[in-house]
Nanobody, 121 residues
Framework: QVQVVESGGDLVQPGGSLRLSCAAS????????MGWYRQAPGKERELVAS???????LYADSVKGRFTISRDKAKNTVYLQMTSLKPEDTAVYYC???????????????WGQGTQVTVSS
C-alpha cells in the first residue's frame, strides 16, 4: 500500500508563518512529483505548489513570493513553508504524490487526508 501523511496545520494570525510536511511511504518505485493542494469551503480544490523529481517548482499566482516548496528525496518528504499568511489562505491543505507504483509503468496519484490551516485574528 501507499501512505501519504500530512502534518503541520494550525491556527495562526495574519502575517504569521507555518510549515507543512508530507511523507510518502509504501509500495512506491519512483516519485515523479509531489505537491500541495488546498480547498476552502464552497470552493474547488486548487493547486498551491508542486515540485518534480528534477526540482522544477510551480506556484499558484496567489502564493508566489510567500510560499516555498521543497523536497527531501531521501525521506520521500515534501514541505511547504508558508509566510505572510492571509485569511484567504484558510483551507484544508492536501498533499499529492504522483508516483509509479512498484512493478507498474502507469503513474498514479495518491492523496493525504488533509491538514487544516486557519488564518485568523
Amino acid at each position: 500500500q501507499v501512505q501519504v501523511v500530512e502534518s503541520g496545520g494550525d491556527l495562526v494570525q495574519p502575517g504569521g508563518s507555518l510549515r507543512l510536511s508530507c511523507a510518502a511511504s509504501g509500495s512506491i518505485r519512483i516519485i515523479d512529483a509531489m505537491g500541495w493542494y488546498r480547498q476552502a469551503p464552497g470552493k474547488e480544490r486548487e493547486l498551491v505548489a508542486s515540485i518534480t523529481r528534477r526540482d522544477i517548482t510551480l506556484y499558484a499566482d496567489s502564493v508566489k513570493g510567500r510560499f516555498t516548496i521543497s523536497r527531501d528525496k531521501a525521506k520521500n518528504t515534501v514541505y511547504l513553508q508558508m509566510t505572510s499568511l492571509k485569511p484567504e489562505d484558510t483551507a484544508v491543505y492536501y498533499c499529492n504524490v504522483r508516483a509509479f507504483p512498484k512493478f507498474r509503468v502507469v503513474v498514479e496519484d495518491y492523496w493525504g487526508q488533509g491538514t487544516q490551516v486557519t488564518v485568523s485574528s
